[in-house]
């Protein structure tokens, strides 16, 4: 079978700050004829090049197809942030997996940080590592007493966690705009496309095959064989991975996969980056490289990249960005939190999917015999995905895990999916009016 002559993605890579400063990609050229696999990935963003290098690292063939190129979807776009765990406290967590499995599940994803940490030290990835924590701020009062409460609980846990005062915060974060916070020193940064694009390299150095601009269109199924049709070839294999995350209904022609599309909620988050910050400013700014994310429902999220550009990102909607005037509130937050940077000169801006769940926690389903995926990081999928790629790779090679894992699941389609972008605009404005209202109210101390 020959490919397409030119193959595309159907996903647009438009130009980032991560674009702009990551190595070059691995080889991965665009699927032609026909490949047997033991294990086939279907997207090439952290869950899949994770599954991929540590099947790789076992010895187990696998082969990855990307409708684009690795990282092109939400791995290549994110804020870099590697953080510890998941949003949701312990108490809902338990309220989902049980008590005993709740409480080892959220030790074990809080600790996820160590093994993207592990990989880049371990293949020598090129992505500005570092490991200084993240900043939580307070953007209330009430956001305060409520970090304290998590911070004494995250504290018995045994994880290393501080209380920062409202001087404190300011010192870190270089801002006097919140009342307190809170440090994890577990989390850290990293350039998330180099990352991206380091794993690829990694699992295809251990044997991994990569193909880039093969987009998966069928998926034909029996109990023993699977086979994944792209435009330009065919893919034979014994299992599949699908890790195609918030960007599952980008090529929805097959029904497993279209089903799966309708069991999560794809959700834009907008980004820029500033231009290098002066010298004088830039040793203010977040002097000791921690990340941050602040309190807020519509939180705001920030950090300096290598070269001292300040990142910062915050939710947009449903619908991608429309132009310069799509990032007017993360500008506004700039402006809000660093007056002393003036009018910040933007250099970057871009977008990506973030995957919501209904419940709040990241799934693993089997989507029938031999067919599973791993989703839904509800915005903190560096460190999780990377985690959920690990997991994937030891329920294909049939592995038992070194840690508790999430149990596997059927996947429902969520009520009223259709409904969903209306509901993510009511939702979102609810929350801004729900922020703005309680920072009004916070008698800050
Ligand atoms: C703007 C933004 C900021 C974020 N900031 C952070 C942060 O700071 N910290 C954090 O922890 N998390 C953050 N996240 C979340 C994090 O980026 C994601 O959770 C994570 O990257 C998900 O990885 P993934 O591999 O599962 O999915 P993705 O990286 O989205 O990869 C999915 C891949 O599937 C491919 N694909 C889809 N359909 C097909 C098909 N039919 N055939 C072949 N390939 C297909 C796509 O091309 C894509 O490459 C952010 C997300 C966004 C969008």
Same mark, same amino acid.
């Given at each position: ?19 702009? &400063? ?9 699927? =032609?004829?026909?490949? =047997? ?70 030790? &074990? ?120 049709? &792209? ?215």
């Amino acid at each position: 079978m020959q490919s397409e002559p030119g193959a595309r993605s159907p996903l647009p890579d438009p130009p980032s700050l991560w674009r702009a &400063t990551a190595p070059d990609l691995p080889e991965t050229p665009v699927l =032609d004829g026909q490949q =047997d696999t033991r294990v086939a990935v279907i997207g090439a963003g952290f869950t899949g090049c994770s599954a991929a290098l540590h099947l790789a690292e076992q010895g187990v063939p696998v082969t990855v197809l990307d409708a684009g190129q690795p990282g092109i979807g939400a791995s290549g776009r994110n804020g870099g942030q590697v953080n510890p765990g998941i949003k949701l406290r312990v108490e809902a967590v338990q309220r989902i997996w049980g008590t005993e499995l709740g409480r080892e599940l959220y030790r &074990t994803m809080g600790g996820a940080p160590d093994l993207v940490f592990d990989l880049v030290n371990r293949h020598g990835i090129p992505c500005h590592p570092v490991r200084t924590g993240i900043i939580q701020p307070a953007y209330s009062g009430k956001s305060l007493d409520y970090l304290k409460r998590y911070g004494d609980y995250q504290a018995s846990t045994g994880a290393p966690v501080r209380i920062l005062d409202r001087q404190r915060t300011c010192e870190l974060t270089g801002s006097t705009f919140y009342c307190g916070g809170f440090l994890d020193e577990r989390a850290g940064s990293v350039q998330p496309l180099a990352y991206c694009r380091g794993l690829a390299e990694a699992a295809i150095r251990n044997g991994a095959r990569f193909f880039g601009n093969s987009p998966v269109r069928r998926i034909e199924s029996s109990e023993r064989r699977k086979i994944l049709h &792209t435009p330009g070839g065919r893919v034979a294999a014994e299992q599949i991975l699908i890790c195609t995350n918030g960007y599952t209904d980008l090529v929805a022609h097959d029904p497993l996969i279209r089903k799966l599309s309708k069991t999560i909620i794809p959700f834009y988050s907008y980004q820029v980056a500033t231009s290098p910050l002066a010298d004088a400013i830039q040793e203010t700014v977040i002097p000791q490289l921690q990340v941050v994310a602040d309190t807020r429902r519509l939180l705001t999220y920030f950090r300096k990249d290598h070269e001292g550009r300040l990142v910062m990102g915050s939710a947009g909607g449903p619908h991608d960005a429309r132009g310069a005037s799509s990032y007017g509130l993360v500008v506004d937050r700039i402006r809000e939190i660093y007056p002393q940077i003036g009018t910040p000169q933007i250099e970057f801006r871009w977008s990506g999917r973030v995957c919501l769940t209904a419940d709040g926690v990241p799934h693993v389903h089997a989507l029938s015999p031999g067919i599973y995926t791993g989703l839904g990081y509800n915005g903190r999928g560096v460190a999780m995905a990377t985690l959920m790629g690990k997991w994937l790779a030891d329920l294909a090679a049939d592995i038992q895990p070194d840690t508790p894992t999430i149990p596997v699941t059927t996947a429902r389609a969520l009520p009223c999916h259709a409904l969903q972008n209306p509901v993510v605009r009511i939702m979102l404005a609810i929350n801004n009016i729900q922020d703005k209202v309680e920072y009004r109210r916070a008698a800050i101390p």
